[in-house]
């Protein structure tokens, strides 16, 4: 070993420039998979030291439709210090006349808020508001024009803002806002008349309770203390449920990407150290006559290869280590919560053993062969046959894959997800080096071309020593991973492009009670006459049982189970609504006033394994309502019209307090007038219009893609850096062929045409392939991780591959120059 030391060193310092390809190809892996890692870690970190902040205290019970009662409210206060917020949506106008805005409202105790700070910019006039006064967001001032001082109006109050929001601790535990956020205390929500029989709101009870307290165990509790009543209960733990899990999932799916970044560049790794060590051959050669062992230069390669890879992947997790930070500094107000700046050794340690392996896998074949390399190498050269790997590395091999699939799969959050991605990459790899198996046989079988420089590139894909399956992996990898890149790309352009249909209703209205439709009417009629509407009655309701099982009992709910996460819009209907079609089952009688049925959407349906006849229980304002399942229906959601997932029949349900729920479809120059007459003739009333839902889903859809393209990025390194490894595995051969064609009288322009050409053919055969490959990729990410439309620009996606195919005519061609300045009597001498 000491010896293989002093060689393998004094080796590196002379020609170690040939394992720069290595170094790059584990650098850009390990610090995609480091960066991903330590900024996913560090934002759930984040949320995880905020959870009590962002739930607003160590246990919260929810409601809908309602306020607590005093028995309720006594035996909350009883277990802890309580405080009470309400929150709605609502319409704000001014003084000035402008359009009427939406804003989440929320109605704040005293008492609020009991964990966290709540701040208003410099220059409030008070520190919260009181009674007639109200706190609101920065964008709703910038918005409207408004500053400290000024007047708007909510409902039938006219308030004071008195300052503008700078810290609210528990905004992020809220959920998911239309509009910004006005803050009043209770005083000031009742005077606005906003909560009214049948409005849509919420109420939340948060309470700090004394250390030791077992928070999810009181919860579940002081939920059965008072069955059916429709409370639900949530801890700290558990706060921002919904942004935790899809700031997981978009881990995952970036931490997916990582991998095939890896992946790729262990194909890059395999060229680059195929090409070192053929460059090595007679050096090897000469070793085994002077003595040297197998072991030995083995030991003395991987001595270089180790030294190589390590800093390769210790600069890849110095990178990754730094990239919350440097997100944080370039991109911070697009995160969710800054993020806790710390060192994360679980992602890096996955990284960096993850790089070693993939490092280890494609290194191996190259590093078996050049131990296995003969001493009469140094008189057969190139003629030398190429040798199958011994049962021992393939052993070895097999191992090691055995290990990166299990450590990629238990280190991901969906393990499901992970195996399945990581078997599809190593299918792939095995499908290209068959498809390239295929490409040289059949350009063997081939009539041989006239022209002749033809007839030497197609050649070039076939005789003996050709790298065409080694090229065909790197290609086809590369063309896969920039295609499915692409359609990922412009479907979620796409999406954030057309996400608003042509037929879309312009205004959703809420809290539109039913005495009030004339007047409601009315008003829309005057701002756009020939408006057209839908209303249906609504209320809120939450699955408590399910055949009979309560959902509480429920420990492990299906990941894709959302109708029993919180409380639904519901409503009933004698007729089958608009957009709905019977996929299983019988829609009820016109006249029916039996007991209650009920009709679910069919993937929500598929979801909890319910069929036809089973029983639900339906909580409505306090009220348990057992139903049975009639129909499952499919929604055309993509109307945007009015859709539940929840119909029931008419009868019983219609006893309870509820408000209507009305859709406005007419012309997009008519919103600033129909805001202004439904907000004069009924301020209680609220608008929702269309495109700022639209626009909002398009910013989030926009961070998505911003984020799937920064780790796109290093992907595409890592796919040219494979591409250049590929052209130097074959340079050697390739110095032979441009000496022979320099003494035969070809020239310059003859050599590169035919690199080109030979490059141009493989190009084009795996175009299609690479098309079928990624595309699949991309569909599968779209529709099944983000379960979004598929909708990739085509072009776009011809324009990517046509540039994949040129820039790798330009890496072929460019690698090989330094061919053409070889002298042919160098180049004989020394091969």
């Known amino acids: 070993m000491r010896l293989a030391w002093r060689l393998g060193l004094r080796d590196l310092r002379r020609g170690g420039r040939g394992l720069l390809l290595l170094a790059l190809c584990l650098f850009l892996g390990t610090a995609a998979l480091a960066g991903i890692g330590s900024l996913s870690a560090s934002i759930l970190a984040a949320l995880e030291g905020q959870s009590r902040a962002m739930l ?113 601790p528990d905004a992020l535990g809220d959920g998911f806002s239309f509009g910004p956020r006005v803050i009043v205390d209770m005083a000031g929500l009742d005077a606005t008349n906003a909560v009214q029989p049948g409005s849509l709101y919420e109420s939340r009870y948060r309470l700090t309770l004394p250390p030791g307290t077992d928070a999810e165990a009181l919860g579940n509790r002081l939920v059965a203390r008072f069955p059916g009543a429709g409370w639900s209960e949530r801890t700290a733990d558990r706060a921002a449920s919904g942004l935790r899990r899809g700031i997981a999932q978009l881990g995952q799916f970036l931490l997916l990407v990582g991998l095939a970044a890896l992946a790729i560049a262990g194909v890059g790794v395999g060229s680059g150290v195929s090409a070192y060590l053929a460059g090595k051959t007679p050096i090897i050669a000469t070793l085994k006559v002077l003595g040297a062992r197998s072991r030995t230069i083995a030991a003395m390669f991987l001595i270089q290869l180790g030294l190589v890879a390590g800093a390769g992947i210790g600069g890849g997790l110095i990178l990754g280590a730094t990239v919350p930070a440097i997100v944080a500094a370039v991109a911070g107000d697009a995160l969710p919560v800054p993020p806790r700046l710390a060192l994360y050794p679980a992602p890096l340690l996955s990284a960096a053993v993850l790089g070693l392996i993939v490092g280890i896998l494609f290194a191996l074949p190259a590093l078996a062969r050049a131990r296995s390399v003969p001493a009469a190498t ?75 420089l033809l007839r030497m590139a197609l050649a070039n894909l076939h005789r003996p020593g050709a790298q065409t399956d080694r090229l065909v992996v790197a290609l086809g990898l590369g063309f896969s991973l920039f295609v499915a890149l692409a359609t990922i790309d412009t479907s979620l352009s796409s999406e954030m492009t057309n996400a608003a249909p042509a037929k879309a209703p312009r205004f959703f209205a809420i809290d539109l009670q039913p005495e009030d439709t004339p007047a409601f009417r009315a008003a829309v009629l005057r701002a756009a006459p020939g408006a057209r509407f839908e209303a249906t009655p609504s209320l809120r309701g939450s699955i408590v049982a399910l055949k009979g099982q309560r959902v509480a009992d429920m420990k492990n709910l299906p990941e894709d189970a959302w109708v029993l996460r919180g409380d639904r819009t ?22 029916y006033r039996g007991p209650p049925l009920v009709s679910i959407e069919d993937k929500a349906a598929a979801s909890l394994g319910l069929k036809i006849g089973d029983e639900i229980t339906v909580a409505v304002l306090g009220v348990d309502v057992p139903a049975r399942i009639a129909a499952f229906r499919t929604i055309d959601w993509s ?193």
């Open 56 to 168: 607003g205290g160590d246990l919260q019970l929810r409601i809908s439709q309602r306020r607590a009662t005093v028995e309720e409210s006594a035996v909350f206060a009883a277990r802890g210090r309580l405080s009470e917020t309400v929150g709605m949506r609502a319409m704000v106008q001014t003084d000035t006349g402008a359009t009427p805005t939406l804003v989440d409202l929320k109605g704040v105790d005293n008492r609020w808020p009991l964990v966290g700070t709540f701040r208003l910019a410099p220059g409030a006039l008070a520190s919260r508001p009181h009674g007639r006064q109200a706190a609101i967001a920065p964008a709703l001032a910038d918005r409207l024009g408004l500053k400290v001082g000024d007047h708007i109006r909510i409902g039938t109050a006219r308030l004071a803002v008195i300052g503008l929001i700078a810290e609210e």
């Open 378 to 452: 140094l008189l057969r050269g190139a003629v030398a046959r190429r040798r199958w790997p011994s049962w021992r590395v393939i052993a070895a091999m097999v191992g090691l894959l055995a290990a990166l699939i299990a450590l990629a799969v238990l280190t991901a959050s969906d393990q499901i997800l992970a195996l399945g991605f990581v078997g599809a990459i190593a299918v792939l790899i095995l499908a290209l080096w068959l498809i390239g198996l295929a490409i040289r046989r059949g350009m063997a079988k081939l009539p041989r071309p006239r022209r002749p």
């Open 570 to 591: 519901i409503t009933w209907a004698a007729t089958l609504p608009a957009r709905n079609t019977i996929s299983a089952g019988k829609w009820w009688p016109s006249d």
């Open 639 to 831: 109307g945007l019209g009015l859709n539940f997932a929840i119909v029931f029949s008419p009868g019983l349900i219609e006893e309870a307090p509820h408000s209507l729920l009305a859709s406005i479809y007419t012309p997009a120059d008519r919103d600033g007038p129909i805001a202004l007459e439904v907000g004069a003739a009924l301020p209680s009333v609220t608008l929702i219009r269309v495109g700022d839902v639209i626009g909002q889903i398009g910013e989030l859809l926009g961070r998505i893609a911003f984020a799937v393209r920064a780790a796109a990025a290093v992907t595409v390194a890592a796919g040219v850096a494979v591409l250049v490894g590929a052209v130097a595995a074959s340079a050697r051969a390739r110095r032979l062929d441009a000496v022979i064609l320099k003494l035969l009288g070809g020239s310059r322009a003859q050599i590169l045409a035919v690199q080109a050409m030979e490059y141009a053919v493989l190009g084009l055969l795996l175009a299609a392939v690479a098309l079928a490959i990624g595309a699949g990729a991309g569909w599968y990410v779209i529709v099944q991780v983000f379960n979004l439309p598929w909708a990739p620009d085509w072009g776009v996606v011809a324009m990517t591959l046509a540039a994949s195919i040129v820039v790798t005519l330009g890496i072929g061609v460019l690698g090989s120059l330094p061919v053409l300045n070889v002298r042919p009597a160098l180049a004989l001498r020394e091969d």
